[in-house]
């Protein structure tokens, strides 16, 4: 049985491990988790450029610099969860989910990809899809953590709404 100083400890761990700062790549925007892919290899400036294009919110000229990275680096989970993003904020959610899921057969833990694949699925009114990776969140953060609350907001919001208020490719 653990004592309370333990539990204390463990408490606090947890928390900081919770509050820890993003690490170098793609912490917001398209929901890159912070890691990157491949430590010791120098990052594609292309990738850079189109990150930097995502967040200036200039969909269309990341797509195809991501289209490059991916296909010189098809092991790239944050480069196709980015490529995905841009893909579903330039107003294409359909031709999204695959990206998503390349993203996601990559990295399996890939917590923005899981996050924006469900907003994709709540754009295109599937509830059940966008609630599967609810539930993955769910278990892969040890306390809530940003990607998990953002997509329960969507799934909430769209549930109140009756389908009415679903992600669109300006808002969310």
Request: hydrophobic letters at 35%; one cysteine or more; charged letters at 25%.
């Amino acid at each position: 049985m653990l004592t309370l100083r333990r539990h204390f400890a463990l408490l606090v761990v947890l928390l900081l491990l919770a509050i820890a700062p993003p690490g170098p790549v793609g912490a917001d925007g398209g929901g890159g988790q912070g890691a990157i892919t491949n430590p010791g290899k120098p990052e594609d400036p292309q990738y850079t450029t189109a990150v930097k294009a995502i967040k200036a919110k200039e969909y269309g000229k990341a797509i195809p610099l991501l289209e490059g990275v991916v296909s010189r680096d098809e092991k790239n989970a944050d480069a196709y969860n980015w490529l995905a993003y841009a893909t579903r904020k330039h107003g294409n959610p359909t031709a999204s989910l695959p990206l998503y899921q390349k993203a996601l057969a990559i990295d399996p833990k890939h917590k923005g990809a899981h996050e924006y694949i469900g907003e994709a699925y709540l754009m295109l009114d599937n509830l059940p899809k966008a609630k599967e990776h609810l539930s993955t969140l769910s278990s892969l953060c040890p306390i809530t953590c940003g990607e998990y609350r953002d997509l329960k907001r969507a799934v909430e919001t769209y549930e109140k709404s009756g389908g009415k208020s679903k992600p669109t490719a300006a808002s969310w």
